[in-house]
């Protein structure tokens, strides 16, 4: 059974920074392309990064190419997302998928 934990959201000012982590469990995590979701209240959900299995092709939402980095750990099983520049309109719940799986989330909200 695949599970995906996600942590690091929090409070934080325009212009600031946040890292978030996806700890992966009940898969071959390093055989697995991993992606971040976000979803904004009154909004679909959307695709902001993807990472392929080796870590080598990223790709990013327009919206935050450029100050948001998607990295991984193969030997932690850990996905990750550097989130700089931060933005009120970043503000939302992230999610990261992996194998048609959801994590429950983490709160990310930039306000001064």
């Known amino acids: 059974q695949v599970q995906l934990v996600e942590s690091g959201g929090g409070l934080v000012q325009p212009g600031g920074s946040l890292r978030l982590s996806c700890a992966a469990s009940?898969?071959?995590?390093?055989?697995?392309?991993m992606a971040w979701y976000r979803q904004a209240p009154g909004k679909e959900r959307e695709l902001v990064a993807h990472i392929n299995s080796g870590g080598s092709t990223t790709n990013y939402a327009d919206s935050v190419r450029g100050r948001f980095t998607i990295s991984r750990d193969n030997a932690k099983n850990t996905l990750y997302l550097q989130m700089n520049s931060l933005k009120p309109e970043d503000t939302a719940v992230y999610y990261c998928?992996?194998?048609?799986?959801w994590g429950k989330g983490t709160q990310v909200t930039v306000s001064s």
């Open positions: 009940g898969i071959i995590f390093s055989f697995n392309a």
């Open positions: 998928y992996a194998r048609s799986t």
